[in-house]
Each structure stands twice: as structure tokens, then as C-alpha cells.
């Protein structure tokens, strides 16, 4: 709330707008830890409309067997993509992580124990647990990828940070996601 005050001051209109809106739904303390995304948008329902296309003033059974059609291609094109990654993570998450590493450069780990850690940005102190894989800022927590706090600590004592990330993040779980589904079809005839 300190922020929101700091907020208040620079413009008391923005502060009462975002006031209004439930915490949960803007604060990242707030969002749920399980589900390892730390980007959460309505953007789907655009890009939903968009790839159905042509198919939306189908007839409901025509619709449904041609978007049975349409992703079965699409998720079958994502397993061969992934099968020729060289990586054990996928691209996205290596670039969060390469991005989480250098921003570590400009972070001081100051003291360490068997399991937490103190970490110095800016005047700013953070916690960062290993063992928990969790950190004051809460952003490994939501993320799955150690933050930039975190990353000082497994660069200081040499661990591989690959290590670190969350297992729904590797090519084994993307791999697991779209390699066994059943694509019963619908007994009807699509032009
Ligand atoms: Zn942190």
C-alpha cells in the first residue's frame, strides 16, 4: 500500500480507479502460485475468434467436428515443432531465463545460509529460499523461472539454473501436453 500511496500523490484519479478493482486481480501476491504464469490476460477470446474464422456460422455439429479437426493439425504441429528443440526447456522459457540471469547482474547476494538467502537491490532486500523455491517478491513463486533475485543466488553458488525451473516448463512436460490425446471424431460430414 505503500505504492498506492506514492500513486496517490502523483495522481489521485489513477489511485481511486485502480482502488475499485478487487486486489486479486492486479496484485501478483494475489495470483494462484499453481499455475506458473505470471501473465495472465483475456487475450484468448480475440485469438479464439480470429483462428475460428469461417467456422463460426457453422451449424453446432459442423463447428465442433471442424475445431476437432483444426486443433488435432495444430496440436500435432506443436509436438514436432517441440521435438526438434535441442533444449531442455522451450524457447520461451529459455529466454525468460537468459533475461532472469543478466538482470541478476546488478543484484548483491550478501549473506547465505544452508537454505535461505539475503539479497540486495537497489536499498530493497528480498529473501530467496532455494529449498521453497520462493522469494519475497513472490515472482518465482508464480512464475516457475527463478526471478532475478533467486538467479544471483544459484549463479553465486554455481548451480544450474535449469535445475530450478518449474518441471511444468520443460520440453518433457510440453512434450507430455501434446503427445496422447484422443481425437474421436463425430460422425458427420464437413464441406
Ligand atoms: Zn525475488
Not at 478493482?21 to 484468448?44: G, R
Not at 540471469?101 to 532455494?130: G, H, M, P, W
Amino acid at each position: 500500500m505503500e505504492e498506492m500511496a506514492k500513486l496517490k500523490e502523483v495522481n489521485e484519479r489513477a489511485h481511486d480507479w485502480i482502488i475499485q478493482i478487487q486486489l486479486k486481480h492486479w496484485c501478483v501476491h494475489a495470483f494462484d502460485t499453481h499455475v506458473k504464469s505470471e501473465h495472465t490476460t483475456n487475450n484468448i477470446t480475440e485469438s479464439f475468434n480470429s483462428w475460428v474464422d469461417k467456422y463460426r456460422g457453422y451449424p453446432t455439429l459442423m463447428l465442433l467436428e471442424s475445431l476437432r479437426r483444426k486443433m488435432m493439425k495444430r496440436m500435432y504441429k506443436r509436438l514436432e515443432d517441440a521435438r526438434k528443440w535441442s533444449s531442455n526447456l522451450p524457447p520461451l522459457v529459455a529466454k525468460k531465463l537468459a533475461k532472469s540471469q543478466d538482470e541478476s547482474r546488478f543484484v548483491t547476494v550478501l549473506c547465505a545460509s544452508d537454505t535461505e538467502y539475503r539479497v540486495k537491490e537497489d536499498i530493497k532486500y528480498f529473501i530467496a529460499n532455494l529449498i521453497t523455491r520462493s522469494c519475497d517478491c513472490v515472482l518465482w513463486e508464480v512464475s516457475g523461472i527463478p526471478y532475478k533475485h533467486a538467479m544471483a543466488v544459484i549463479t553465486a553458488k554455481r548451480l544450474s539454473a535449469e535445475d530450478y525451473i518449474d518441471a511444468y516448463l520443460t520440453k518433457a512436460a510440453y512434450l507430455k501436453t501434446f503427445i496422447c490425446h484422443s481425437f474421436d471424431s463425430i460422425s458427420i460430414t464437413v464441406a
